[in-house]
Structure formats: structure tokens, C-alpha cells
């Protein structure tokens, strides 16, 4: 009995909706015939009614079956649209049209306007009962979905993905989200509503209208929007107090999965974005593709993406090579589950090591080898310059000479815009590395090239997760210097270009990307601190630091002798290398080897030696004589003397 009046049953409402249909079929026969003698049922003629009561069970049956057929009765009306509305028209058009054969085929008679007040009837009614659901549930939502907090949004865009987004704040119960304008740059929209929510302007208007009605929240919806304009818009919405959300990628549109479920928060790579970088496939296939491939660091954040992308073109034998086993460990892991194809090879061993580098290369013959084993945080190595000096220049210096040995073809070293004019012993390491492979490509038949970026977002020890930590401690965010400024990539990204760059190789070049434009790492700290929910000042505080050991306010990627050449690709150019005398260079090296391995005090002025460019800080000097002091008090210091 309980199920039989339960409404919440599919099949009791359509029992009821059927019974509702067999009453409005009935009583608008009668309507029809009532609105035709204005309303006066006297003025009907006697056959007339005859003719709609003998027709009466069989427009009935007919018209239940035409709504059977066209799924009527198993539609669900609660989220009733357009296609439904056409079923009804249809529906209530093959009723009337039946109606009028039948009452023909059977000599009934009835006034021509009576089909047409019948549909129009029959159409209303069953449009009526039909979308009452509809309707039933909007009013229901409004009256129980904003019990609690409600937060005002904004959608910024008019289009397709931003009409499906508002629909479903607006009618979803779950979420607790109240659309109160829209943001969109097409001016003919100014003035117009979409689901009954004003469009109020273009986003010059956002702040304004951000003030205006209260918005807590704003969300992106404009998948086709390139980075540029993505990172435009972004910034105006970081002038407001509001909480950010994007609608990811165009893809959403064509797969139709755009929903409030796919929009995520919006990321600092979403405000220093690019255009999506494009490399030449082909080029990249025709040296990496049946080739046997040894990445070192292939478990750091640059290695383990080179390791990554590398698998995406079928490489004959992938080699990762690490001296930490962890890392080597998970990225061997990821790729077997990704490509359970690739022939992988995971190894462990150092750089430094010579006989383990060169037994590498004489057992497995690579043909392509990404040198990324490097020692890169500025402050540590200040500290420790002669491990520097070991790991960055002796490790690639004895990789590149395995490579001249064992016959590899291409040679690509991992560099950093710190090796230009540096003023710390990383950068100056690395300019050292630079130099080692612009001395090998002299000499021998293996290609070797340098590929020089700035910094790339998220990478271990990068700002963006030493910010997090820092805000998840509860703050304050640490910045050495309000007007410090960087350059900055995606990973993904300096890996593809680093990759298209190897494909350009002749030799001896030093590849420098196009890093765009620098930014304050202040305004970096702020953005991701309003990103993560905190309010400057309030529950967050950025603290300056003064600059580390080592560090410029800001970074180069080219010096200016080294002046700059156009590849095919317009985010990679090639850097003319410095001239340097190769044969003091060598000899150099040979000193300074030495000088690393008794740990001497005096590294950093032998590599100034070598290297012109590298100036050590003042400050930097009177730090290192410092500690040296202090090494003289214990009594632990050799007899070769700090940086003077």
C-alpha cells in the first residue's frame, strides 16, 4: 500500500501523469469546441458535440499511444529542455492531425478551427503538466539551496562553456553558489541576461563590478582563451579580494565534460603562462626515435621530465642514471606503468665516477646523452664550492670525454642563465661546463651542445614549493629582496624546447629559450598567497631576507658578446660562444682538480681565474675570509688562504 501512494515511484507518476493526460484530452475536446462559439456552449450545434463524445475513446487511445511511443512517460521532466518541448510539439501535432483523419474517415463533423484550438489546447496542457517538474524544482531550490553561506560569483565569459557552468550553479542543490554577474569583452553582450544573470561589461569592469555585487568568487570560463589572454584576465581578478577558479582547456568543450566539477583553482603557472609551446615532432623523432638514449639526473625535476617526454617518442633503450636511488626509482616506476613496452634501463652510480660513467657508455652505447646531473642551489654551494666544482665541472667533464670515447652523436648539457656574468660558484660551474663542451666539439666527431634557461616552476628547491611549505608552517613567506626578479618556465615546457634544441645541434652552441618575461619574485609570493585563501597582511606576512650568499637581483640569459641567432623555432636562439684560449683552459682544470681534491680554501679564486666573467660579491669575499678565521682558530685551516 506504502509503494502504491508513494510519489517518489517512477511508476506511480506515470500512472498519474497518464490519468492527467486522459483528463486534459477530454476536457480540452470540449474547450475547443467552447473558445470556437466564444465561450458560449448554448451556440454549439447538437452534432457537433455528438461528433467530439463518439470520437472521444478512440482520440484518447490515439494520442496515449503517440506519447508512449515518443517517450512522454519516461523522460525525466525534472531537467526537461528543448528536445523535450520538440517531443510535445510533435506529439500534439500527429494527435490533431489523427484526430482530424479519423473524424473524416468516419463522417464526424466538426468546424475547422476546432483542430486548431485543440492542438493549441493539447500543446499547452501537456506542455504545462510536463514541465510543472521543472518548475516544481526551481522553486524548490530556491527555497532550501542557500540555507548557510551563500557566495556571490561571477562568471567571466558569455558562451558556450560559460552556459553550461551557470546552469549548473543555478539549478544544482549541491551548490551552495548564487551567480550574480557576467564578465565578457564582446560589447554587444553589455546589457543582456543569460539564465537571468546580467552581463555587466568587459573585464575592465571586473573590479568594479567585483565591488559592486559583493562577489566572493570568480570563475573562468573562456576554454579558448590562449595563455596571454588567460594570464590577462587573471591579473585584473588578482586586483580583487575574490577567490579564482578556471575552466581548464578547450578540450573540455569538445569532449563535453565542461561542469562545475571540472574547474579547479587557479595556479601561479596560469598567471605567468604562455602560448602552448609547439616543437618540431619530426625533427625530434628523426635523433631520438630507435635510438638509444642516456638521461644523467634522470631522476631530478629536469631529468625525470626529459626521461618522460623522451619515452613519448619510442627511444630503442631509455637509461636513466642517478646517484640517488629514490628518485631513480620512482620516475623507473611511473615510466613502466606508462609505456610497458619501453625498454628501460635504470642505473645507479655517479658522475664523478669515472670508471662507472665510462663502463655505462661502453656497455650500452648511447647515441644521444642528456647530461642534467648537477649540484644547482645557489646558497648550498657557496658554502660548498669545491663539491661544485666536483659534481658540475668534473662530473660533465668526464661524461663528455666518455661520450668522445664511446662514439655518442649528440651530447646536450642541461645549463642555467646563472652561468652568464656569474657571481656565485653554481653559476660559474656551469659556465665551466659550458666551456668543456665547446672544447670537446672542437675535437671531436660527437655533437655537443648547451641548452641555458632560467628557473623552472616547481622544481625541487624552486620558490613556488619552498612558498608553500612555508605558508602551510603557518608564515611568514621568505624573499630575499623586494625587487628580485627572475625568469621562469614550466618543466614541461624547457623539456620540449630542450629537446627541439638537440634536434638543431651542429655543435659547440650554447641554446639559449626564450624564458618570456621576468617577474618580481615579491609579486610571485603576494599572487600565491592570495591563491592559497590567505590575505596579505592579515593571516600572512612576506618577510625580506636581504639577498644570499651569491645571489643577483637579477639574472642574464646572454651576455652581450655573445650576441644572438634565430632557429626555425622562435623560442630557441643560439648564443655566440665566448673565445677563450682552450689550451689554458685545460691546464687549468688540472689545478683546479687538484685544488678540490686536497679541499682548499682558495677554489673560488682559482675559478675566477679561469672564468673572466665571474666576479665574487665584496660581501661574499668577507664572508668566506670569515669562516676561513674561524677555521684559523681551530687551528683546522691548510696553509692555502681564502678568496682575497
Known amino acids: 500500500m506504502k509503494d502504491i501512494v508513494n510519489l517518489r515511484n517512477s511508476r506511480v507518476r506515470m500512472f498519474c501523469l497518464f490519468i492527467v493526460d486522459v483528463i486534459t484530452i477530454i476536457l480540452n475536446s470540449y474547450l475547443a469546441l467552447i473558445v470556437r462559439y466564444e465561450l458560449h456552449y448554448r451556440w454549439i450545434p447538437e452534432t457537433y458535440i455528438d461528433s467530439i463524445q463518439s470520437y472521444m475513446l478512440i482520440g484518447i487511445a490515439t494520442t496515449i ?12 521532466w525534472t531537467f526537461a529542455s528543448v528536445h523535450e518541448f520538440v517531443l510535445i510539439f510533435a506529439a500534439c501535432i500527429l494527435s490533431t492531425a489523427f484526430q482530424a483523419l479519423g473524424m473524416q ?10 483542430y486548431l484550438f485543440y492542438f493549441f489546447f493539447l500543446l499547452m496542457t501537456t506542455t504545462g503538466t510536463r514541465f510543472s517538474y521543472r518548475a516544481l524544482r526551481i522553486i524548490r531550490q530556491g527555497t532550501f539551496k542557500f540555507r548557510g553561506q551563500v557566495k556571490n560569483t561571477m562568471v567571466i565569459g558569455a558562451g558556450e562553456a560559460a552556459n553550461m557552468i551557470i546552469q549548473e550553479l543555478k539549478f544544482s542543490k549541491h551548490l551552495n553558489r548564487k551567480v550574480s554577474c557576467i564578465i565578457d569583452d564582446n560589447p554587444s553582450k553589455k546589457g543582456k541576461y543569460l539564465h537571468g544573470v546580467p552581463i555587466v561589461g568587459n573585464r575592465e569592469t571586473i573590479v568594479e563590478n567585483a565591488k559592486r555585487y559583493y562577489i566572493d568568487e570568480i570563475i573562468l570560463a573562456i576554454p579558448s582563451a590562449d595563455s596571454k589572454t588567460t594570464r590577462n584576465i587573471l591579473r585584473i581578478c588578482n586586483q580583487t579580494d575574490c577567490k579564482l577558479k578556471v575552466l581548464p582547456g578547450m578540450y573540455q568543450l569538445i569532449t563535453e565534460e565542461v561542469s562545475v566539477s571540472k574547474l579547479r583553482e587557479v595556479s601561479i603557472e596560469d598567471l605567468l603562462g604562455r602560448d602552448a609551446i609547439s616543437i618540431d615532432l619530426d625533427s625530434v623523432l628523426g635523433y631520438v626515435m630507435d635510438k638509444t638514449v642516456l638521461v644523467t639526473g634522470g631522476g631530478g625535476s629536469i631529468g625525470s621530465e626529459l626521461c ?4 613519448k617518442y619510442n627511444p630503442k633503450c631509455l637509461i636513466i642514471f642517478d646517484i640517488y636511488e629514490n628518485n631513480a626509482y620512482e620516475i623507473q616506476q611511473e615510466l613502466k606503468k606508462e609505456y610497458p613496452l619501453l625498454k628501460l634501463e635504470t642505473l645507479i652510480g655517479s658522475v664523478r665516477n669515472t670508471k662507472r660513467i665510462e663502463s655505462v657508455m661502453e656497455l650500452y652505447r648511447p647515441d644521444v646523452v642528456y647530461h642534467a646531473a648537477a649540484h644547482k642551489h645557489v646558497p648550498l654551494m657557496e658554502d660548498s664550492p669545491n663539491e661544485a666544482i666536483k659534481n658540475n665541472v668534473f662530473g660533465t667533464y668526464k661524461t663528455a670525454r666518455a661520450a668522445d670515447k664511446f662514439g655518442v652523436r649528440k651530447f646536450v648539457l642541461i645549463s642555467t642563465d646563472k652561468a652568464v656574468n656569474p657571481t656565485n660558484i653554481m653559476g660559474a660551474s656551469k659556465r665551466m661546463c659550458e666551456m668543456i663542451i665547446q672544447t670537446f666539439s672542437r675535437y671531436s666527431k660527437t655533437e655537443y651542445v648547451a641548452v641555458r634557461f632560467g628557473n623552472v616552476l616547481g622544481s625541487n628547491g ?11 608552517a603557518g608564515g611568514p613567506v621568505t624573499v630575499t629582496h623586494p625587487d628580485i626578479i ?14 627541439q634544441a638537440g634536434a638543431y645541434a651542429k655543435g659547440g652552441e650554447i641554446f639559449v629559450l626564450d624564458m618570456g618575461e621576468p617577474v618580481k619574485i615579491a609579486e610571485l609570493a603576494k599572487n600565491l598567497i592570495r591563491l592559497s585563501g590567505y590575505t596579505l597582511g592579515v593571516d600572512m606576512e612576506i618577510k625580506y631576507t636581504g639577498l644570499r650568499p ?10 652581450k658578446e655573445e650576441g644572438l641567432q634565430k632557429t626555425q623555432n622562435e623560442l630557441i636562439y643560439i648564443g655566440k660562444p665566448l673565445e677563450f684560449d682552450e689550451v689554458h683552459f685545460l691546464s687549468e682544470l688540472q689545478k683546479l682538480e687538484q685544488a678540490v681534491v686536497d679541499e682548499r680554501f682558495d677554489v673560488k679564486e682559482i675559478v675566477s681565474s679561469i672564468v673572466p666573467t665571474y666576479h665574487i660579491r665584496p660581501e661574499d669575499k668577507q664572508r668566506d675570509n670569515a669562516i676561513y678565521e674561524e677555521f684559523c682558530k681551530l687551528g683546522r685551516a691548510s696553509h692555502e688562504g681564502p678568496v682575497m
Open 65 to 76: 499511444i503517440l506519447f508512449i511511443i515518443l517517450k512522454l512517460y519516461r523522460s525525466v
Open 486 to 499: 627572475r625568469y621562469f618556465m614550466t618543466i614541461p615546457e624547457a623539456v620540449s624546447l630542450v629537446l
Open 105 to 114: 474517415f468516419l463522417f464526424l463533423h466538426v468546424p475547422r478551427s476546432y
Open 308 to 311: 618522460r617526454q623522451i619515452a
Open 550 to 559: 651569491g645571489e643577483k637581483l637579477y639574472e642574464e640569459l646572454l651576455t
Open 462 to 472: 624552486s620558490v613556488i614549493p619552498l612558498f608553500k611549505n612555508q605558508m602551510a
